[in-house]
């Protein structure tokens, strides 16, 4: 998602991001503690002053309620609600579909709501891939491994024969190049995390200006390994940065990166 929004609003912005990279995986905690990690997280961005909130991780959008996203008096933009946008607006009708996300996203039902609601699914099937974002987060996006991640949960999908697949976590790009070489050319992938980059452009009226954007990263794992991952992805390159480490985003930097 941040590369997206990095290509689109390459200039104008600071963009404060939050990665709660010893606390992750989200998707298979109970589902109290992530919204309570959620509503943190939410406290500390509006500390810094932000003017918006985008979303970045659909198990906590899924599980924190519309007064969590209402009150914080900026807008907040929703990858659930860009979703259901585009079943609306753009999905086909009697298509066969099948859902990917965390344990907390499948339980939420959230983004299967959305498609029962449209009458729009001929066939639709949502499969949780708890190994998915831990592999990930270890940046094995390819090989063996990978390959192997990938076989063990879309085995179901693949006899499934989808037409649309819908990749709901934010993660789930990294491993998209393996994802089609297993499931096949034929199967069309939706990233929501695209489509709320789309409602941010199209809603948000945030003044920016002409000097690149700068970023700020927060994690409250280690801030090295995230700065590795982060030039793996080819996401920081042509934008200054810096990385600071926190104690679950509330205690001092314990370190920053500069870039």
Request: proline share 5%; glycine share 6%.
């Amino acid at each position: 998602m941040l590369r997206e929004f990095l290509s689109r609003f390459p200039a104008g912005y600071n963009i404060h991001y939050v990665g709660d990279t010893a606390r992750a995986p989200y998707g298979s905690k109970p589902p109290t503690t992530i919204v309570s990690y959620a509503r943190g997280i939410l406290n500390f961005l509006l500390c810094r002053q932000v003017k918006a909130v985008i979303c970045a991780c659909n198990t906590s959008d899924s599980l924190l309620d519309e007064t969590d996203k209402t009150s914080i008096g900026i807008p907040y933009f929703s990858t659930v609600k860009a979703f259901s946008r585009m079943v609306d607006e753009q999905l086909p009708e009697s298509v066969s579909l099948a859902i990917i996300a965390t344990e907390n996203t499948v339980k939420s039902g959230s983004l299967l709501r959305t498609i029962v609601a449209s009458d729009k699914a001929e066939r639709v099937m949502q499969q949780s891939c708890r190994l998915f974002v831990p592999v990930i987060e270890k940046g094995i996006w390819y090989g063996k491994l990978a390959e192997s991640v990938i076989s063990h949960h879309l085995s179901s999908v693949k006899r499934f024969e989808p037409e649309f697949l819908v990749m709901g976590c934010t993660h789930y790009p990294f491993l998209e190049k393996v994802i089609r070489e297993y499931l096949g050319a034929s199967v069309e992938i939706i990233d929501p995390g695209l489509l709320v980059v789309d409602d941010f452009a199209a809603h948000s009226s945030l003044e920016t200006g002409t000097s690149p954007s700068n970023l700020f990263f927060y994690v409250s794992g280690d801030a090295r390994s995230f700065r590795e991952r982060l030039f793996r992805a080819e996401i920081v390159e042509d934008f200054a940065y810096t990385i600071r480490q926190l104690d679950f985003l509330q205690a001092p930097g314990k370190r920053d990166i500069a870039g």
